[in-house]
C-alpha cells in the first residue's frame, strides 16, 4: 500500500521504516531540518535497535505535504505534543497541572485538512500522537474538512524498541466512529502482523492509550514500595518477594480483578492493608501505599454515594447485596456495608437486601425506590424492581426494562 507520515521524528522515522520493511512504499514530511540530515546522510542521532539498517536501505522520500496526501491510501500524523520539562518527572512534582501542547498538531492538522480538501478526495488521518481524553473531539475535529476521516491510533512501543514493537503488537488500538476507515487501517494492519485489532471510538481509545501507561507506573511504583519494606524489614529480599508475585499469573499477572464496581472485601483485602499501614508507618516508610490503597477504596465508595444522592430523588434507598462478593453469604469487610455506613453518616437509612441473607419477605414492595446494586449476585439481573425505580449498576451487567430507569455507572 501506500503510506504517508506527517511528522518523522523519534516515533515517526522508526515506525515509517518499519512499515517500509513490510514491502509498503512510503513517504512523509516533516519541516525539521534535522529529520532532512537523517534521511539525506542515513544516519539516524538517537538509538533505536534495527533502524539504522532499516534507513541504510530505506527508500523513504520526503515530499511537500501535497504529494504526501496525493498518494498516499493512509496518512498516519506522528506530530510532537510536548510537554514543559516541569511536567517531566525529573523534578519535585510542580503543584499546578498541565496539559500537553497542542499548538504543533493543531497546526499540522489544519494543513492537512486543506490538502485534503484541495485534493477533491477522502483520505483517512490516523493520528498517533498521544493525547489527553477528549482532546481530538475538542480540538481537532472542528479543524477538519468533510474528506478527512480521522482516526486515532496511538502505538504501544518504547523508545529504544518501537521497530519491534510495531512490528510485533500485543494488539493494535483503533478509535474510529467510520467502519470504512477502520476497515482499510485494519487490512493494512494484517499485511504486518496478525494482532488482535481492537476497535472502538476515539473518546475510549484516547483513555486506553494514557492508562496503559498508568497501569505500568502504578506496578512499578507498588514494586518500589516493597522495595522499600524489604530494605528495611530483616530477612526479606525484593527480588524473592516479586519473584513469588510473578508466578500469580491468574489471578495477580492476568485479567482478573481488572474491572471497573465496587472496592475489594473479605476477610484478607482490607485489613491486610490496613495492617499494612500500620507496619508502614512503625518503619517509618517514605510513603504510605497501603493508606493510599485504602483511601482510593473509601473516596470511591463516597463517590457512590454521591451518586446515590444525585439519582434517589426523593426515593428511598435500596441496597441489594450485602455480603463481600458474588454467591457469597460473607459480611466480613463488604464494601457494601461501608457504603451503608457512609450513606447513614449523610443522614439516610437506606434499606439493606441480600438474597444470601435475608427473607425475600422483608424487601420493600408496591414503591418506586432507589436501588443500588452492591453485590454482583447473578440474581440481581433480572430481578423485579418496581416500576418507576433508578437502579445504579456499578457492575454493567443488570438487563434493561421498561419502567426503570437504568444507571450503569462508568458508561
Ligand atoms: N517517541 C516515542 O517512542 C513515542 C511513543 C509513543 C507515543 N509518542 C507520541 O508521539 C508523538 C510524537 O513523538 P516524537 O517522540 O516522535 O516527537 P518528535 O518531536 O521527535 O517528532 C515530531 C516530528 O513532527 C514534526 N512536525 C511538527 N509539525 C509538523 C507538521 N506540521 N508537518 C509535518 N511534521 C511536523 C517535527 O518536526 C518532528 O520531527 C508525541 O505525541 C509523543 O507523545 C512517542
Request: with cysteine.
Amino acid at each position: 500500500m501506500n503510506i504517508g507520515f506527517v511528522g518523522l521524528g523519534k516515533l515517526g522515522l522508526p515506525t515509517a521504516l518499519a512499515v517500509e520493511s513490510r514491502g509498503h512504499r512510503v513517504v512523509g514530511c516533516d519541516p525539521a531540518e534535522s529529520v532532512r540530515r537523517t534521511l539525506r546522510d542515513r544516519r539516524l542521532p538517537y538509538r533505536e535497535a534495527g533502524a539504522q539498517e532499516l534507513l541504510e536501505r530505506s527508500r523513504i522520500e520526503l515530499l511537500p505535504l501535497r504529494e504526501v496526501v496525493n498518494s498516499s491510501e493512509l496518512v498516519f500524523v506522528t506530530i510532537q505534543t510536548p510537554h514543559e520539562e516541569r511536567f517531566e518527572g525529573v523534578t519535585r512534582l510542580p503543584q499546578e497541572r498541565r496539559d500537553f501542547d497542542y499548538s504543533f498538531l493543531r497546526a499540522g492538522m489544519s494543513e492537512l485538512s486543506g490538502e485534503i480538501e484541495r485534493c477533491g478526495s477522502d483520505r483517512t488521518v490516523v493520528l498517533v500522537s498521544t493525547v489527553l481524553p477528549g482532546t481530538l473531539r475538542r480540538e481537532i475535529q472542528p479543524l477538519l474538512g468533510g474528506r478527512s476521516r480521522l482516526c486515532y491510533n496511538p502505538f504501544f512501543v518504547a523508545m529504544g524498541t518501537a521497530v519491534a514493537d510495531f512490528l510485533a503488537p500485543e494488539f493494535v488500538l483503533f478509535g474510529c466512529s467510520d467502519q470504512s476507515a477502520a476497515d482499510a487501517a485494519e487490512r493494512f494492519y494484517r499485511t504486518i502482523h496478525g494482532a488482535p485489532f481492537y476497535r472502538t471510538t476515539m473518546e475510549n481509545a484516547e483513555l486506553i492509550k494514557v492508562v496503559y501507561n498508568t497501569f505500568i507506573s502504578t506496578k512499578i511504583a507498588f514494586a518500589n514500595t516493597v522495595m522499600e519494606l524489604c530494605h528495611r524489614l530483616p530477612g526479606t529480599d525484593v527480588d524473592a518477594v516479586l519473584g513469588a508475585l510473578r508466578l500469580g499469573r491468574d489471578r495477580i499477572v492476568s485479567g482478573k480483578y481488572l474491572g471497573g464496581g465496587m472496592g475489594d472485601g473479605g476477610g484478607c483485602h482490607p485489613r491486610d492493608n490496613i495492617a499494612l499501614s500500620h507496619l508502614s508507618r512503625r518503619l517509618g516508610a517514605s510513603f504510605d501505599w497501603f493508606e493510599a490503597v485504602m483511601l482510593q477504596r473509601e473516596k470511591s465508595t463516597e463517590w457512590l454515594a454521591d451518586l446515590v444522592a444525585r439519582h434517589a430523588a426523593g426515593r428511598e434507598v435500596c441496597i441489594l447485596g450485602r455480603s463481600f462478593k458474588a454467591e457469597s453469604n460473607l459480611l466480613i469487610g463488604s464494601p457494601a456495608l461501608l457504603l451503608e455506613n457512609i450513606l447513614e453518616e449523610r443522614g439516610r437509612r437506606p434499606f439493606s437486601w441480600d438474597p444470601y441473607l435475608d427473607d425475600p419477605a422483608a424487601l420493600p414492595r408496591g414503591r418506586p425506590l432507589c436501588y443500588f446494586i452492591a453485590t454482583r449476585h447473578p440474581d440481581f439481573r433480572d430481578f423485579p424492581f418496581e416500576r418507576g425505580s433508578v437502579v445504579l449498576d456499578p457492575w454493567r451487567y443488570v438487563a434493561v426494562r421498561d419502567g426503570v430507569e437504568l444507571i450503569r455507572i462508568g458508561a
